[in-house]
């Protein structure tokens, strides 16, 4: 495990579907994606920030899309899919994935904020490939998989009045 250091290149990945319904769903409350990033970069050189989110036409998100853009993310934005049966999906997974494997000879650490267990695979790739990897997401929700595949897990629920709105 690479130990840290300030001057270690970090880049953080915030999958916000995921943060977004655990923290309404067990809190009703919201991310503080301010303090997230602070945290996430831990004082060290940041090199990426990227907020994955979801489009879905409800009021406010493009006030929320432009506050993250305003507190230092990049957003990258997916529009939600509506299928003839009328279900709906959109997720980022595949296009995290392939953010983390992209940025991996460019940075020490990645950060990844979520608590999907499909993440696990990634992150022993990440740390086959010498890159440190902590999680970051609130363990109620995060699978026990992810936990291990990671350097280091930061529960959210653990200083709720930091991370949460």
Known sequence: MTEIHQDQRVAILADAQNLYHTAQSIYSR???????LEKGAAERALT?????????DSPDEERFFDALVD??????IKD??????????????????LDAVSLANHVDTIVLCS??????RLCSHLRHEGVRV?????RES???E??????????????KETFLL
Not at 48 to 53: K, Q, S, T
Request: glycine share 8%; net charge negative; charged share 30%.
């Open 71 to 76: 507190i230092g993310f990049e957003t990258k």
């Open 146 to 159: 992810l936990v291990e595949a990671s350097d280091a897990f930061i529960d959210l629920s653990e200083r």
């Open 30 to 36: 919201n991310i503080d994606y301010s303090s997230l």
């Open 142 to 144: 995060t699978a026990d």
């Open 80 to 97: 939600i899919k509506t299928f003839g049966d009328g279900s709906k999906k959109a997720d980022w997974d595949l296009g995290i994935a």
């Open 134 to 138: 902590e999680v970051m997401s609130f």
């Open 115 to 120: 608590g999907d267990g499909d993440f696990e």
């Open 48 to 56: 990426r920030a990227i907020a994955y989110v979801i489009r879905a």
